[in-house]
């Protein structure tokens, strides 16, 4: 290995997030920085709730020096100064789509509208009047021609007045990036338990001895997460982590909270690690569960007393051969009875998971696989224990409460329905992949996007780019510029709102942790002098000139505390939000933390459901019209988060922590590569079902057999991914693909 080669290091977090805190706020943006840190709202980055109204190092539960380095990486980006006036007079449309993400994001903020307009080669400015002009007459379509996407960085009360706008004009069509995301946790969770989000708060997951942590980085996109799970070992607890790549800060992690203890040496998270094939969890479960009965560990009194439809699972539990298990997991028995011990003789297990359990074309029964284990060792609606889905964006579960959603809940519809004295549309509306089909068969007319990166979320992204081709209006709402901006481009009409951030709104908002906590964030200012605008402001001002001032007066609405109320008349388990401009009391939404064992469905019992073993094959070479005369190797390809990125935002080009230096990496794990004639840093081509990377740089990493591992958003060039019918979720970590020699 020659000496510039970045080494794996064998701690996750440490003196490297030190000095990058030290860089970034010792530097001229560094005093900014520093204010923005201390202001009082929840964190820009992950759900995990960091900030609000105790000041902004703190947690759900009051405790200091929560603040981890994702938060000051996602602040130091929006501190930037703006995309100078003279910037798209001077850059041709062609050239800004040379950009990669993470040129893109550092052209800087978002500080006046442009526009884009058939035909033309450059985006240029647009007056305030003619954008509402061209918005209102935009939405002069059939509703259903009318559809939104949002990414959960804004606050519950833009996303309120988002859908409650989509709806009152008649349309459903209100896809969001959770359907890329938790939506298999969130559909799997209501199944069993009437309820899609976490029944575990911080506080509860304080009392647990045993988490189980399935198919997430937390390291990297959670890090204040792993806080807790140091302290579960400390009070000599149990972490169990399955995952088919070996995270280095799972194994170690030395946590800046715990400078003493933790900081030089790290401190152990696993205390058993497991590495299934991509895609099989639900093999790994039922191995679970089918230990857990082999040591008489299934708490069949809480079964009998909790439960609906467990002996069907039993029955095939019983009925599934460890044969059948293993070939599929690619664990040994061994190893899934001694995780079956930990979790049986536990007192309390928390089961907690990300992305790899639900970015599956199973996902749904990889979330009921880990209910079912829950529930067979009564670790249901019992402080301490229970299902935890670790939600993404900061505020991505909000969204979903506020009605953002394809799948709303009769509770609000009925309430909406009230509030607008008419009945809702009852056409079902098109979650973020159904938006990109129906758009590419030119069923969608304008499109409106509340922050994100619709674009380059998807898998395939010719076909994105070719479905938003076809729509006639695309209206974005974004701080900073994306590759969504060059690439996902109108038939007629591209336009590029500038928005305020969290902490830079004028007003005060709120936010939905994914331990369903709700934050109260401050008003605050930006640093920008151009002519941005509030979510809120925007959204009324179109909603009122779409739809009058009745029975709705949205202009009123800009007075956020009015949404506040409307929020509280109309959301389940929001009532508390009506007096918190009064009280400031951040509040943990009643009706979703489970302490007994008496769940939200009609019986009151959980309702267990059978999980199908997935049956997982990769095509041959040739499927891909490789030939058998060229070395290639077929393999089950994860695209996934680098440790420098927030989705597809990249701000550090390589990965510290697996050891890979740039972008254009695969990790493989060396056996693999060496027995099919390849060996580490050598040069291939990747190739999916839908194209092909270049010039892939192989990098060796602790990676299962059969499996790789690449970042998107540049990985959604390479496939068109199988999607889970029930939530509308692609498998993006089980992705085919053949790599092969440069020719
Ligand atoms: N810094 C930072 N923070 C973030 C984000 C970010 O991009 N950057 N994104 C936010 C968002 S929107 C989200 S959704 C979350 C994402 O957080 P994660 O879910 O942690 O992110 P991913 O990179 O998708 O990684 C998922 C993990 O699943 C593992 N995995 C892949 N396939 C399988 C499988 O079949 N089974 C199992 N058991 N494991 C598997 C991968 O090896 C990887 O470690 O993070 C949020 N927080
Ligand atoms: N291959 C592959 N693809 C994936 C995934 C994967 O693991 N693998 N993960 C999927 C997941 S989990 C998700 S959540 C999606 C992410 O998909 P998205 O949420 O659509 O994408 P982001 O990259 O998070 O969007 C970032 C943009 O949001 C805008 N923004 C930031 N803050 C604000 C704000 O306060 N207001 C507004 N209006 N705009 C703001 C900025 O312009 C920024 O560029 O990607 C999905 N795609
Ligand atoms: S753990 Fe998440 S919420 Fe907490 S500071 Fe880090 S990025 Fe922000
Ligand atoms: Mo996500």
């Known amino acids: 290995m020659s000496e510039n080669r970045p080494q794996l290091p064998t701690v996750g977090g440490g003196m490297p997030v030190i000095h990058y805190w030290a860089a970034k706020t010792l530097s001229t943006r560094g005093p900014r920085l520093w ?43 929006e501190l930037m100064p703006a995309v100078s006036e003279h910037f ?79 709806r009152a004009l008649g349309s459903n069509n209100l896809a969001d990036c959770s359907d890329l995301c938790h939506a ?16 575990v708060s911080l506080k509860s997951l304080k009392k647990s001895d045993c988490v189980v942590l399935v198919g ?14 140091i302290k579960i070992r400390d009070r ?110 536990a007192q309390n297990v928390v089961l907690a ?75 079902p509306g098109y979650d973020a992949r159904a938006l990109i089909e129906a758009a590419d068969t030119h069923k969608v007319e304008t499109l409106l996007c509340v922050g994100g990166n619709l674009y380059a979320a998807n ?41 305020f951030n969290r902490f830079e709104t004028p007003h005060r908002t709120t936010t939905e942790s994914g331990n369903n906590f709700v934050r109260l964030n401050d008003p605050g200012e930006t640093h920008l002098k151009g002519d941005l605008i509030s979510e809120v402001e925007f959204l009324t001002e179109l909603a009122h000139r779409l739809l009058g001032n009745s029975p709705v007066d949205w202009r009123r609405l800009q007075n956020t505390e009015y949404v506040r109320q409307l929020i509280a008349q109309t959301i389940p388990g929001y009532a508390a939000i009506a007096d918190i401009d009064k009280t400031e009391a951040e509040f943990t939404i009643s009706g979703r933390i489970f302490k007994q064992p008496k769940f939200l469905t009609p019986s009151g019992k959980a309702q267990m459901q059978v999980t199908p073993i997935p049956e997982l094959h990769l095509p041959k070479a040739e499927a891909f019209g490789i030939s058998d005369q060229i070395p290639s190797l077929v393999l089950a390809l994860i695209t996934g988060r680098s440790y420098g990125q927030h989705n597809t935002v990249v701000y550090q080009l390589n990965d510290r922590y697996r050891a890979m230096p740039h972008r254009n990496c695969i990790l493989m794990n060396p056996d693999d590569a060496k027995e099919a004639g390849f060996s580490n840093h050598q040069r291939v081509t990747v190739q999916g079902n839908a194209d092909k990377l270049e010039q892939v740089e192989i990098i060796y990493g602790n990676i299962r057999s059969s499996a790789a591992l690449m970042f998107y958003p540049e990985a959604n060039v390479l496939f068109k991914a199988k999607i889970d019918s029930r939530c509308g979720t692609p498998a993006y970590k089980r992705v085919p693909v053949v790599i092969y020699a440069q020719s």
């Open 184 to 199: 298999p946790s969130t559909v799997g969770l209501k199944q069993v338990f009437g309820s899609g989000t976490s029944m």
């Open 35 to 77: 204010r923005t840190l201390n202001h009082k709202s929840a964190c820009l980055s992950c759900a995990w709730g960091t900030g609000g109204q105790h000041g902004g190092f703190t947690n759900e539960v009051g405790e200091s020096l929560q603040r981890c380095m994702k938060s000051v990486e996602a602040i130091h980006a």
């Open 236 to 345: 000599n607890g149990h972490i169990i982590v399955i995952n088919p790549v070996q995270e280095v800060g799972l194994v170690k992690f030395a946590s800046p909270a715990f400078p003493i203890k933790s900081l030089l040496t790290g401190s152990e998270i696993a205390s058993l690690y497991l590495q299934p094939i991509p895609g099989s969890d639900v093999a790994l479960f039922v191995g679970i569960q089918k230990a857990l009965l082999a040591m008489d560990l299934v708490e069949f009194d809480f079964l009998q007393g909790h439960v609906d439809g467990w002996e069907a699972v039993i029955e095939q539990v019983h009925a599934t051969s460890w044969d059948t298990i293993t070939a599929t997991c690619g664990v040994a028995q061994r190893e899934i009875e001694a995780a079956a011990q930990i979790i049986g003789q």
């Open 353 to 427: 998971w990300a992305m790899g359990i639900t970015q599956q074309a199973n996902g749904v029964d990889n979330v009921f696989s880990i209910a079912n284990t829950a529930l067979m060792t009564g670790n249901a609606g019992k402080e301490g224990s229970g299902t935890m889905p670790i939600r993404g964006h900061s505020n991505v579960q909000g969204f979903g409460s506020m009605g953002v959603t394809t799948k709303l809940k009769k509770e609000i519809q009925q309430a909406l329905e009230t509030l607008l004295g008419k009945s809702l549309s009852r056409v």
């Open 459 to 499: 898998p395939d992204l010719a076909q994105a780019k070719s479905a938003f081709g076809k729509i006639k209006t695309v209206i974005y709402l974004a701080t900073k510029p994306n590759l969504g901006h060059f690439h996902g481009l109108a038939n007629q009409n591209t336009i590029i709102i500038p928005v």
């Open 88 to 166: 798209f007079e001077r850059h041709s449309l062609t050239e800004l789509q040379q950009l990669t993400s993470y040129e893109a994001d550092r052209l800087g903020r978002w500080s006046f509208p442009v526009i884009l307009r058939a035909g033309q080669s450059h985006y240029e400015r647009l007056s305030w009047d003619e954008l509402y002009e061209i918005a209102t007459d935009a939405f002069q379509c059939p509703p259903e021609r009318v559809a939104s996407y949002s990414s959960g960085r804004s606050s519950n009360e833009a996303a309120y007045l988002l859908q409650l706008m989509i």
């Open 216 to 229: 997430s980085n937390a390291p990297a996109n959670h890090p204040r997460l792993v806080n807790e799970l």
